[in-house]
């Protein structure tokens, strides 16, 4: 099944302990991406990627990292999460350009940091 | 830069009764423009998307959406909504730099 997969699905976690969220996908498409969730907010860009080694900042990058080693991966790092990244996180995949291309969404992983 | 506005935060509207969801962008270059639908507990699923040709636009579901650029809106509408339709609807648009803006969602309640 054609699928983009993110573990966890749900963590709590306290202020500044490093964490990493995968995720992965099996269609073998090239763009990437990481949006954050907010109520009232809508979801806003973090950072996505057009292909392996290939990595760009969206709209709000700042406390978050990302590396495509590998094409199905892209794993979303927080060096040291505060409070304030406590939101609704969503990995992203299409073949090419999203613009032309469907995104394809993986289920989301809520993220608590106390 | 980018923006998109979705005028109504929520919506509700009594089983098959038609429905509109409203949406404004602002982009001074050519645009395309999406509408994703969010089911509880669920990732974002598109329900169409306009890339160029005809402003009037069908996507899944029922659902269709009219580019019109004069008013740089794109706005989604249902003629008749099911009580399965209750989700939040998120309108996007992307032009160039591979980013996409989503605007804030629309949540639609659909009543017995």
């Known amino acids: 099944e054609a699928q983009v997969t993110q573990n966890p699905r749900y963590l709590i976690t306290v202020t500044g302990k490093k964490l990493t969220v995968t995720c992965s996908q099996n269609?073998?498409?090239?763009?990437m991406s990481w949006y954050r969730q907010d109520p009232g907010l809508g979801l806003r860009q973090i950072y996505y990627s057009m292909n392996v080694e290939v990595t760009d900042k969206g709209d709000v990058p700042e406390g978050y990292k990302v590396s495509r080693k590998e094409k199905r991966n892209f794993p979303l790092i927080l060096e040291s999460p505060s409070p304030n990244q406590t939101s609704l996180y969503f990995c992203a995949s299409s073949w090419t350009d999203p613009r032309a291309d469907t995104q394809y969404f993986g289920p989301g992983t809520r993220l608590t940091v106390l | 830069a980018q923006s998109v506005t979705q005028l109504d935060s929520q919506v509700p509207v009594f089983e098959e009764a038609p429905v509109e969801l409203r949406c404004n962008y602002s982009?001074?270059?050519?645009?395309?423009l999406f509408w994703y639908v969010q089911y509880p507990n669920q990732g974002l699923q598109l329900l169409l998307k306009y890339l160029s040709g005809s402003t009037l636009v069908k996507g899944i579901n029922g659902f269709e959406a009219e580019f019109n650029k004069s008013q740089t809106s794109f706005h989604l509408r249902k003629p008749s909504v099911h009580i399965s339709d209750t989700a939040e609807y998120f309108c996007a648009v992307s032009t160039g730099g591979f980013k996409t803006i989503f605007g804030a969602g629309t949540r639609l309640f659909v009543k017995a």
């Open positions: 269609m073998n498409h090239e763009y």
């Open positions: 982009s001074s270059v050519s645009v395309y």
